[in-house]
């Protein structure tokens, strides 16, 4: 088995501040993801990395800059935190990004809170 | 990539079981089906994926009709701990394109 970790837990910042957030995975897996869930509602896909040295904007990706540092890393930057996008930040990780082995495993989450 | 449409909620008694319907109309030969749940205050958890017929697993079956359009998770007598959103995905291999998570199936379990 493997586990994903997410840091922080809880994340508290100013308006216009920049933050980031990180993810390991000890799976191996190739594939990597960020997602962002508002409160009571759907993920969003951000970003998202097939490979350790590939970068796919998602849905989301405007205001928002992602890092895949190594093949069980990915850090998502926050470029100026705004009040509307209080929500928690899940990552995901796959072994590859479609077909039969696409199934995600997911970390806890960032909650982020923005003042 | 497909797009999918699920029913917003649903309510079931302990111990019935529990049928969850997910349409995919446009659903493309390289699609697969990714069905996935979410408690509060946690990441959605992988229940269960097929390409075609029939599929079962420890936690759930899965029926996809013979045309793909639509796609159905069976919960064998559900307890308060299935309480969550149910979520239908279609995943691509070669377009390019990626799975996208709608809004769900929130299922309420009743005592």
């Known amino acids: 088995g493997g586990i994903i970790t997410q840091t922080p837990k809880f994340l508290i910042g100013q308006e216009g501040q920049k933050l980031t957030l990180k993810c390991q995975q000890n799976?191996?897996?190739?594939?990597m993801y960020w997602y962002r869930q508002d409160s009571g509602k759907g993920l969003r896909l951000i970003y998202y990395s097939i490979t350790e040295n590939d970068l796919q904007k998602g849905d989301l990706s405007e205001g928002y800059d992602a890092s895949r540092e190594k093949k069980s890393s990915f850090s998502l930057t926050v470029t100026s935190a705004q009040k509307n996008e209080m929500a928690v930040f899940l990552c995901a990780s796959s072994i590859a990004w479609g077909g039969a082995d696409a199934e995600q495993f997911f970390g806890p989450g960032t909650r982020l809170t923005v003042l | 990539l497909a797009k999918t449409t699920q029913p917003p909620s649903m309510e079931a008694y302990e111990g019935q079981e529990v049928n969850v319907s997910c349409s995919h109309t446009n659903i493309a030969t390289s699609e697969y089906i990714y069905w996935y749940r979410q408690v509060p205050h946690q990441g959605p958890q992988f229940i269960i994926q097929?390409?075609?017929?029939?599929v079962v697993n420890e936690v759930a079956s899965l029926f996809i009709s013979a045309d793909r359009k639509l796609s159905t998770l069976s919960l064998p007598w559900v307890s308060l701990r299935d309480a969550a959103v149910y979520y239908c995905i279609v995943t691509d291999w070669g377009s390019g394109t990626y799975q996208r998570f709608g809004t769900g199936t929130k299922l309420q379990v009743v005592p």
């Open positions: 097929g390409y075609k017929d029939y």
């Open positions: 799976f191996n897996h190739d594939t």
